[in-house]
Structures are given as structure tokens and as C-alpha cells.
């Protein structure tokens, strides 16, 4: 297995990204592809202990910033780290994973690896760390979808839960305004008249926002403008919420004692609900696996990533959902 | 000044709501017309401290339920105390206080009591209980809008906050899924031009969900549906942390002692956060103002709401709100 990486995109590479693929190649089952400046990456993996036999360099000069037009991606830089690593995913690679511009990402995967036959419009898929951990899906890259786009997401977004997350029986649930079936916009109530017609989906029903830290699904489809708003909210809301609370510690002396005594529990529970320990985002609906880690990912973050690409490689997913689609596809036609 | 309140909306009336009432009795410069089945209205006065010369009771037989169509408060409930409270409020009235429901209560404000003169949809604006309370509008009434009607939102929220908030000069943001003007759907990018391009509005831009928290601004304009999301998930993460936050504090002895320790800084946080301190989400573009006071209000939460509308009606924000768009109107002929 071939795990192509762009060692050039994210808030902390190349050394962070490099030291998180040194971690990995120490227990992968793949060769890891290194694409970016050779003389930097070289001088990092100098740096962080590594297997030698499972990683290579492939030398690419450009850099895609996080300000740049995403279609710089197929026009204008496509000697970046991102476009060429795209470029070694489609002719010889397994999976690809960037912390690189979600934009860029997003477009170069569609226009420079396509879509899995039948798929409309990949969709990425943020993971939310709660107790029964939702895949939110899309979280970003379209802005204005049709019910037939979201039905598609429920089932992309169902069998990367159970082929990749080894979840049994994949819950599905549609995020709305209220619970009821005539809640929402007409794509709502559309989509809401789909999904409960699916014989093959295991739909729940509407789920309100507030109930998403104790959601009941493991999949949550909604459009990409909507589940930006939900994923930026629950990242600001956590942030907020722990700084609040170690204003609270460090407001005297007994307080900066008890802090000790919860130590432990309290960075139990920041690892707990911290997205990173999943890996990042998939893009599903792309025809090889395609992994987004955060764009802050540190070296952890990282090689979580690149373990979750393995696993979404390995999973043979991707050819689930093509058969799905084109399953479904027979249906509608007969 | 009279204030009406419907003595029979909420999930805690009649009870908490009369109870939230008497206590307002006792601080309130206003007549408080208590609307509702009189023989439970008088049986629940007579357990609570009250001051009798600032409440009058007024019969009305029907109940508004939570899972009516919100019509019924024009058509099928006429004789609800929702429906006569709002009878009332257009007759005679200074300001209306309800925790029934919300889409009957502007539904019913709407068409019962009508809008300010050139207002083209009222918007329930919650306030966001953060270091820098941020007025979120519209937050469940209105689907689907037009620029037009977010710039007057724009308009109806800075009005509310300098006047009732006492906040010197509002900045206003447009909730969007990234911070360029080119961000977000035609609605956004069309919106972003309209705010930027009037003088009178304190305009900041766009304002990523993340970012909410620590908000730099004081008014948030948005789309019923996104507005609604971002409300509740607010509501649902600060739930979801303070539950953890809790689990780990009775996890052992240890940590339990703690708890003690931190108990009154553990407390103050609970009450900063906590909307219900300020009151309700008033319905901006009516008349005349209208509380809609939290469902599942207690006595508490609804004083808090009652004193909120007598300050709202002595602001004559409303007067200031007609004012304001009437200028804006003569502004556009010229």
C-alpha cells in the first residue's frame, strides 16, 4: 500500500507533518510518499526516528497557502506538494492525506482524482468526538445541495462508519430546525421523504442541534453552509468552555489545588472529546481515499491521519459506496 | 405602563410563571395584566408574595400547546390566553411577556398586534450570554430571507442593544462559514455589499461560528434556519460540557472535595452563562414589544423576562426602529 503525503500543507509543516509520518512509519503497513521539497523534507527526517524502508521522497517544488484560490490546485501551482501528490494518488497510490487548504483539497481531489462512479459531489465528512462519535457530513465544501446530495452523503457517509469506524448498524439522521417531518426548508421535507423511503438506510428521523453532543446517529447529513456553522460552533464552544473552566482553576490558591487533584481527569477528558484522536476528515465520495487533517495538526494529529487513511485504504469502502450507489441507481430504474 | 403576560405559556405554568410575576410585583413600575384561567391565576396568587396593586387578572378559557400549529393563535384559539394577551396588548397594552410557543407568539405578534411601519419580517433575537452578549437574529422565525430583510435586522438589533442594552455604538456581523466577503451563498455576498455600504451601520464583517464565543460584535444577523442551529448547539455544548464537567468532579473523594472547593466559582459560571439572566428573546419589528420568554422558564427566568420587557418599553426602541427605517427608505428614493 502506497500513502502519498503533502509534507508542505498545514499550519505547522513541514515539521510537525514530517515527525507525525516518522511516528507512523513505525507501524503502517504502507510505503508513506513524502511529497515537497526534498532538501527540507530530508533535513527533518534527519531529524525524527523513522523506518527508512517504508518512506519516500517525491521531490515537488511548489506550496499551496491557505489564502490561495482553491482552483490554484489544477491551474497555477500544479507543482505544489498538494497537486502533485494528488497527481501520485491517481496513477499509483492508495490514499492521500493533506492538512493542507480544505478548498484546495476538496477541488483538486474532484477534478484531479474524480469521484467514485454515481457520486454527484464528494462531501467531507468532519468526525464530531462526542460519547457516540457523529460524522457530519458535508461540513464545508458545498454550499448548495439537493436532496438527491444528501441522500447520497447518508449512504457515503453510513459505510465509512461501518467499514472504517466498525460501527454495526450505522444511524442516520438529518439536522433540521425541529424534530418533526415538516420542519425545515423544501430541502428538508424533500430530503426527510427520501431518506424515510430508503429501505437500506437506517434513518432516524430530524435532529436538532442542541441535541448533537447526545446525538443518537452516526451519521448527520446536511448541507455544507449549515454544517460549517455546526462543526466551527462545536470546535469555539469547546475552546470556550475549557478555557472558561481553568479560569475557574487558576482563580486562587485552593483552587489551583484542586486543579492537581483533577489533573488526570481533566486531560482525560480533553483527549476524550479531542477530534484529533480520530485522525481528520474524510472526503467521501472521491475514488481513492482522501484524508483532510486539521489544519493546526501537530505531529499527533498527524499520524493519527495517516493511521485513518490505512484504515480507510484497507477497508475497501470506496468500492462499497460505488456499489451502493449503483445498487440504488437499479432500483430507482426497475 | 401596562405589561401583559400569558399566564398559562411554558412548560412550568401556570406555576412558575405567576410566581415570576408576583416577584417582578414587587420591583416593576407597571401594571402586570395576568391572562389566563382566573380561578388557577387567583389560586396560584395566593401562594406567592405580591404586590396587589399591580396585578389585574384577566379571564381566558384556551391553552396555546407547544405542538399546536402555530395558527391557531389567529384562527381555532381566539380564546387562548396567548391569542386574548396579544387582544390586549393592541388595545391597551405597553408590552407582552410569553414562554409558550414561539412560532404562535410570532405568528400571533405578526398578525395580531402587526409590524413597525416598514418592516418586512419581525425576527426573534436571542441574546448569547458570553463575556460580550451577542444579539443573534433572527434565531427561528424566518426560513428563508432576503438581504433586505437581514440589513433591516441589522437596523432592529443595533437599535435594541444601544437602547435596552445600553451598549454606546453596536457592531454589527454576518454570521457566515468564512471571513472574505466572497464567503457563503448569493444571500451572504449580496448582504455583506448591502451592510458595508450603509454609514449608519457599525458594520464588521463576516463572523465565523467558531469565533461566537468571542464575539466582536454585539449584533449577529442570519437566517432563521442557520440562526436556529447556531442558538441551540450553543445551548446543547454548554449543557454537554457542564454535565462532563460535573461526571468528573463526582468521579472519587478526591475530586468530590474539589467540587467543594470550587463550588460558589463553579456556580457564578453557571449564572454568567445563563440567557435567563437577561431575560427573553424579544420579537423585533412588532409594534410594540414582545418577549418571548424561555419554554422551560422558572419563576426566575420570567421575572427576569418581565423586567426586560418594561425596560424595552421605556426605551421606545420601537418608535426609534420605525424612525430609523423610514430614514433609510427617504435615503434610497433620493
Given at each position: 500500500?502506497r500513502?502519498?503525503?503533502?509534507?508542505?500543507?498545514?499550519d505547522?509543516?513541514p515539521?510537525?507533518?514530517?515527525?507525525?509520518?516518522?511516528?507512523?512509519?513505525?507501524?503502517?503497513?504502507?510505503?508513506l510518499?513524502l511529497?515537497?521539497?526534498?532538501?527540507?523534507i530530508?533535513?527533518n527526517?534527519?531529524?525524527?526516528?523513522?523506518?527508512?524502508?517504508?518512506?519516500?521522497v517525491?521531490?515537488a517544488e511548489?506550496i499551496?497557502?491557505?489564502?490561495?484560490d482553491?482552483?490554484?490546485?489544477?491551474?497555477?501551482?500544479?507543482?505544489?506538494?498538494m497537486?502533485?501528490?494528488?497527481?501520485?494518488?491517481?496513477?499509483?497510490g492508495?490514499?492521500?492525506?493533506?492538512?493542507?487548504?480544505?478548498?484546495?483539497?476538496?477541488?483538486?481531489?474532484?477534478?484531479?482524482v474524480?469521484?467514485?462512479?454515481?457520486?454527484?459531489?464528494?462531501?467531507?465528512?468532519a468526525?464530531?468526538?462526542?460519547?457516540?462519535?457523529?460524522?457530519?457530513?458535508?461540513?464545508?465544501?458545498?454550499?448548495?445541495?439537493?436532496?438527491?446530495?444528501?441522500l447520497?452523503?447518508a449512504?457515503?457517509?453510513?459505510?465509512?462508519?461501518?467499514?472504517?469506524?466498525?460501527?454495526?448498524?450505522?444511524?442516520?439522521?438529518?439536522l433540521?430546525?425541529?424534530?418533526?417531518?415538516c420542519?425545515?426548508?423544501?430541502?428538508?421535507?424533500?430530503?426527510?421523504?427520501?431518506?424515510?423511503?430508503?429501505?437500506?438506510i437506517?434513518?432516524?428521523?430530524?435532529?436538532?442541534?442542541?441535541?448533537?453532543?447526545?446525538c443518537?446517529?452516526?451519521?448527520?447529513?446536511?448541507?455544507?453552509?449549515?454544517?460549517?456553522?455546526?462543526?466551527?460552533?462545536?470546535?469555539?464552544?469547546s475552546?470556550?468552555?475549557?478555557?472558561?473552566l481553568?479560569?475557574?482553576f487558576?482563580?486562587?490558591v485552593?483552587?489551583?489545588?484542586?486543579y492537581?487533584?483533577?489533573?488526570?481527569?481533566?486531560?482525560?477528558?480533553?483527549?476524550?472529546?479531542?477530534s484529533?484522536?480520530?485522525?481528520?476528515?474524510p472526503?467521501?465520495?472521491?475514488?481513492?481515499?482522501v484524508?483532510?487533517?486539521?489544519?493546526?495538526s501537530?505531529?499527533?494529529?498527524?499520524?493519527?491521519?495517516?493511521?485513518?487513511?490505512?484504515?480507510?485504504?484497507?477497508?475497501?469502502?470506496?468500492?462499497?459506496?460505488?456499489?451502493?450507489?449503483?445498487?440504488?441507481?437499479?432500483q430507482?430504474?426497475?
Amino acid at each position: 500500500m502506497r500513502i502519498i503525503i503533502d509534507a508542505m500543507g498545514g499550519d505547522k509543516a513541514p515539521e510537525e507533518i514530517i515527525r507525525g509520518a516518522c511516528d507512523a512509519s513505525l507501524t503502517v503497513n504502507a510505503t508513506l510518499v513524502l511529497v515537497g521539497r526534498e532538501d527540507v523534507i530530508k533535513e527533518n527526517l534527519a531529524k525524527f526516528k523513522h523506518d527508512q524502508s517504508k518512506i519516500e521522497v517525491f521531490h515537488a517544488e511548489g506550496i499551496i497557502e491557505m489564502d490561495d484560490d482553491p482552483m490554484v490546485v489544477v491551474k497555477g501551482k500544479t507543482d505544489s506538494s498538494m497537486s502533485e501528490g494528488l497527481r501520485l494518488l491517481k496513477e499509483n497510490g492508495d490514499a492521500f492525506v493533506s492538512a493542507g487548504s480544505t478548498g484546495a483539497l476538496h477541488t483538486g481531489a474532484t477534478l484531479k482524482v474524480r469521484n467514485l462512479r454515481g457520486v454527484r459531489r464528494a462531501a467531507i465528512a468532519a468526525l464530531l468526538p462526542f460519547d457516540r462519535p457523529v460524522l457530519l457530513l458535508d461540513s464545508g465544501a458545498n454550499i448548495s445541495v439537493t436532496p438527491d446530495n444528501l441522500l447520497q452523503w447518508a449512504y457515503t457517509g453510513s459505510i465509512y462508519m461501518n467499514r472504517v469506524m466498525k460501527v454495526e448498524s450505522p444511524v442516520v439522521g438529518l439536522l433540521n430546525n425541529g424534530t418533526e417531518e415538516c420542519k425545515g426548508t423544501p430541502l428538508h421535507v424533500e430530503t426527510y421523504k427520501l431518506l424515510s423511503e430508503c429501505g437500506d438506510i437506517n434513518f432516524f428521523g430530524n435532529v436538532e442541534s442542541k441535541d448533537i453532543p447526545y446525538c443518537p446517529c452516526d451519521v448527520l447529513v446536511t448541507d455544507g453552509f449549515t454544517g460549517n456553522i455546526a462543526l466551527k460552533l462545536t470546535e469555539g464552544m469547546s475552546k470556550f468552555m475549557l478555557k472558561s473552566l481553568k479560569s475557574i482553576f487558576t482563580a486562587s490558591v485552593t483552587s489551583k489545588l484542586s486543579y492537581l487533584a483533577l489533573k488526570r481527569q481533566i486531560t482525560d477528558f480533553r483527549t476524550r472529546y479531542d477530534s484529533s484522536t480520530y485522525g481528520g476528515a474524510p472526503i467521501l465520495g472521491i475514488s481513492k481515499p482522501v484524508i483532510k487533517a486539521h489544519g493546526n495538526s501537530d505531529a499527533r494529529a498527524f499520524k493519527n491521519a495517516i493511521l485513518q487513511a490505512e484504515r480507510f485504504a484497507e477497508s475497501r469502502a470506496c468500492d462499497e459506496i460505488e456499489a451502493a450507489l449503483a445498487a440504488r441507481k437499479a432500483q430507482k430504474i426497475e
